[in-house]
């Protein structure tokens, strides 16, 4: 061929198997776009002329054998005609293979996801290489879409509606094992025996597998209609059709087409096309570029991490520790006594042992975590994380100890949600090694992680602390130490308006609702209790005094009483099971309460940015839907304040304000917000 760039190498051995291997250019990550597909097309017909005993399809990439579609190239469709004709060209091309006369089979390490795991699927075998690192799914609902070459037809056919419908609707990926057992993959053989077992079972050419019968038989039409029935049952629970429609696009698919004939796979171009052209999608394919600039965050830094010391065995301290053993470093954990070390000992056990699943690895963990109430491990680490309470004098005189005995380059973090770092590094020789690190809770799910910079804080400090975050494989957030840095700051005045809400009687459960319904993962008042009314109370307490805001009348009662949410098993509900027990949502709902709620979010979003607090918008809205859950499908605070218009909601602003008071004043930055892109 004589493409400028090649990104397909065809090759025939002594035994006439064709080995066909993407190395797509200019990358260290295989993607399927426009041109790699196109030349995949023409080498298929190269492949028909051949006509080899068998042919087998692999990557030189040693990240993995394909991560999916371009999803670069979403951004540039302006109609559904343009969409499905990409789409439906990824399509012919896939039948393509699966029309050839000789057996073919996929070689897959690493990740085969989305359209990687579709070009997969049309090969009559998959072989996957067992080196703990495979990964296979269908993740195109987290971006709005479904899959499109071919996917939501194949997969049913090869391992049932039930497990495909699974798959396509989480998104999740399935581990070696897993896959095996399900199907996905004929075979699961050592890296090094991959394209020796793949050429094996390409020449061999067993029967290729097909889904059991009785989950064939599923596809029958009075089945499909039941199991599509349950299905949207289940799916109405977690998602709203106006929202998310793309897990509502899979279901329909199915219970139309029960994955069988040439007209599903042009249903299928038809739906994600429509779809890729939906708001929905795009705010969702902003949000993926988002994670991606977060994740480059750091990226260059060449600081080793090898050793990190806890001070604070507590929740949120026991929980850092255990996730950076998790990752592979070895920690440290230090606190005043044994006593208050051994109960965070037992959470990272269990932790562990669901982290790793295998037995072996999850010794290693546990064996990379120890207790430390000497604190020996402070003159070895290469950072030091305080997570004491949120008491500045406090924190300060542990520092006093710290300092002295830690290695000079290491770094020294604190883990505070509220206290101001310049407040905290007073007394510090050296100052510019002070960063905060603000881990949220839980710790294992929620993946942001505020980098927090004072005045005096080194920019070598702040670019360390970044890489280390990644090596976390969390998301870091650079923004400047100020009252609630980024996320409590935006957060406490939205749980705040909803809490004076319930003081003026509205009920709990309706301010949830209401939500909820915009589009919110939980309510503001079950997040006060998920959070714990005391820790909302302090934060909240030192943003109102910071910004001159109301405090509510509820919390401050409750807090009194001991009931602090979920960790006393009642607050503003009463939990069970980890659950929190609500009231029928009935009632009056004022008709002015979701912009009360979401407009006080918005208006502090916008002062944030004003105040340089954080870099730029699109930080911003990274931060807080990854923070915050702020409903990813809207794009993020900021972009959802402009598709909604600026000029409606200063309007909306003053009119609140002449309601409520003057907590509602549209911000300076409104007018700046206008210009941004």
Request: with cysteine.
């Amino acid at each position: 061929m004589t493409e400028q760039r090649t990104h397909w190498r065809l090759e025939t051995d002594k035994d006439q198997v064709a080995w066909l291997t993407l190395d797509q250019q200019g990358g260290g990550t295989n993607t399927l776009g426009t041109e790699v597909i196109g030349q995949l097309d023409a080498r298929l017909a190269e492949v028909r002329r051949a006509n080899p005993r068998a042919l087998v399809i692999r990557s030189a990439k040693d990240s993995g054998f394909i991560a999916g579609a371009d999803i670069s190239e979403f951004t540039g469709f302006t109609d559904t005609e343009q969409a499905y004709r990409m789409v439906r060209t990824g399509q012919q091309v896939f039948e393509r293979i699966e029309a050839l006369p000789m057996p073919t089979a996929a070689a897959i390490h690493g990740f085969a996801l989305g359209g990687g795991l579709e070009l997969a699927l049309a090969c009559d075998y998959r072989v996957g290489a067992d080196d703990g690192r495979l990964s296979l799914g269908l993740p195109e609902v987290l971006l709005g879409i479904h899959p499109g070459f071919g996917g939501t037809v194949r997969t049913p056919r090869l391992i049932g509606a039930p497990a495909a419908l699974d798959m396509m609707l989480t998104g999740r990926s399935l581990r070696g094992d897993a896959a095996l057992k399900l199907g996905l993959i004929d075979r699961l053989v050592p890296r090094e025996g991959l394209d020796t077992a793949a050429r094996e079972i390409a020449l061999a050419a067993p029967p290729p597998r097909r889904a059991p019968l009785a989950t064939r038989l599923l596809g029958l039409p009075l089945l499909r209609s039941f199991v599509a029935a349950q299905t949207r049952k289940q799916v109405a629970r977690r998602a709203n059709p106006a929202h998310y429609p793309a897990p509502y696009a899979i279901i329909d698919l199915f219970a139309r087409h029960g994955a069988s004939g040439a007209a599903a796979y042009e249903a299928e171009a038809r739906s994600i096309a429509r779809l890729l052209l939906s708001e929905s999608s795009r705010n969702l394919v902003r949000v993926f570029f988002l994670q991606n600039r977060m994740k480059a965050l750091g990226g260059k830094n060449t600081r080793r991490f090898g050793h990190v010391h806890v001070v604070g065995a507590g929740v949120m301290g026991g929980d850092i520790a255990a996730w950076c053993a998790s990752r592979g470093l070895t920690v440290t954990l230090q606190d005043r006594e044994m006593k208050y070390i051994e109960p965070a000992l037992a959470r990272a056990g269990e932790f562990f042992s669901k982290r790793a699943r295998d037995p072996k690895k999850s010794a290693e963990m546990t064996a990379r975590l120890s207790a430390d109430v000497e604190g020996a491990g402070v003159a070895r680490a290469d950072l030091v994380i305080e997570a004491i309470f949120e008491n500045a004098d406090a924190k300060r005189a542990l520092y006093a100890k710290l300092e002295p005995v830690m290695k000079q380059d290491a770094l020294l973090a604190t883990n505070t949600s509220s206290i101001m770092l310049e407040e905290l590094s007073r007394g510090l020789a050296d100052p510019g090694r002070l960063v905060g690190l603000h881990f949220f809770n839980p710790v294992a799910k929620m993946m942001l992680v505020e980098i927090i910079r004072a005045r005096q804080t080194r920019d070598n400090v702040v670019e360390d602390a970044l890489a280390f975050t990644r090596k976390l494989d969390k998301l870091p957030l650079p923004c400047r130490s100020a009252p609630g840095f980024v996320v409590n700051r935006i957060l406490m005045p939205y749980m705040t308006e909803a809490m004076l809400a319930a003081d003026e009687g509205v009920p709990l459960a309706l301010i949830d609702r209401t939500a909820t319904q915009f589009g919110m993962p939980m309510g503001p008042i079950e997040l006060a209790d998920t959070v714990g009314l005391d820790v909302a109370a302090h934060v909240g307490k030192i943003l109102a005094e910071a910004f001159a805001r109301p405090t509510p009348r509820c919390t401050a009662a409750l807090v009194e009483a001991g009931k602090l949410g979920r960790k006393t098993g009642q607050g503003f509900y009463q939990w069970r099971d980890g659950k929190p027990v609500k009231p029928q949502a009935a009632g009056h709902v004022p008709e002015d309460l979701e912009d009360r709620l979401i407009l006080q979010y918005l208006n502090e979003a916008v002062a944030c940015l004003r105040e340089q607090v954080i870099d730029d918008a699109d930080l911003l809205d990274a931060g807080m839907i990854f923070g915050t859950g702020f409903a990813p499908f809207r794009g993020g605070p900021l972009h959802y304040a402009r598709a909604r218009g600026v000029a409606g909601i200063v309007a909306r602003l003053e009119q609140l304000a002449a309601r409520h008071g003057p907590r509602f004043r549209p911000d300076a930055g409104w007018t700046a917000l206008t210009a941004l892109r």
